[in-house]
């Protein structure tokens, strides 16, 4: 069973910045893409950032230049660096992995809780 834990959601102001993580845990045998995604009130979730077990990047263009996703596969780790942020990316922020199920045996996408992130003065 694996399972996800987001953390280092809060309220910062605007300008500011904060670091989220999300660390896999249980039996791992495969990760293969892992992300973040985030769900503002009032509005349907929408995609972050995701990075591949490649290092492949992608990004919402509202978020480019100005968050970064990077991860520690040998940790099943992914992290997301955000700066300059802005009152629009108040949302509570999901991690997503792949991961490989051996009694499904097929890949299927866990999901973390979810980390509020509050932007405001």
């Known amino acids: 069973q694996v399972q996800l834990v987001e953390s280092g959601g809060g309220l910062v102001q605007p300008g500011g910045s904060l670091r989220l993580s999300c660390a896999a845990s249980?039996?791992?045998?495969?990760?293969?893409?892992m992300g973040w995604y985030r769900q503002a009130p009032g509005k349907q979730r929408e995609l972050v950032a995701t990075?591949?077990?490649?290092?492949?990047?992608n990004y919402a263009d509202s978020v480019k230049g100005r968050f970064t996703i990077s991860r520690n596969s040998a940790e099943n780790t992914v992290y997301l660096q955000m700066d300059s942020l802005k009152p629009e990316d108040t949302a509570v922020y999901y991690c997503?992995?792949?991961?490989?199920?051996?009694?499904?045996?097929?890949?299927?996408?866990?999901w973390g809780q979810g980390t509020l992130v509050t932007v405001s003065s």
């Open positions: 249980g039996t791992i045998f495969s990760i293969l893409d």
């Open positions: 990075i591949t077990s490649g290092g492949s990047t």
């Open positions: 997503k992995a792949e991961s490989y199920s051996w009694e499904s045996h097929r890949y299927l996408d866990v």
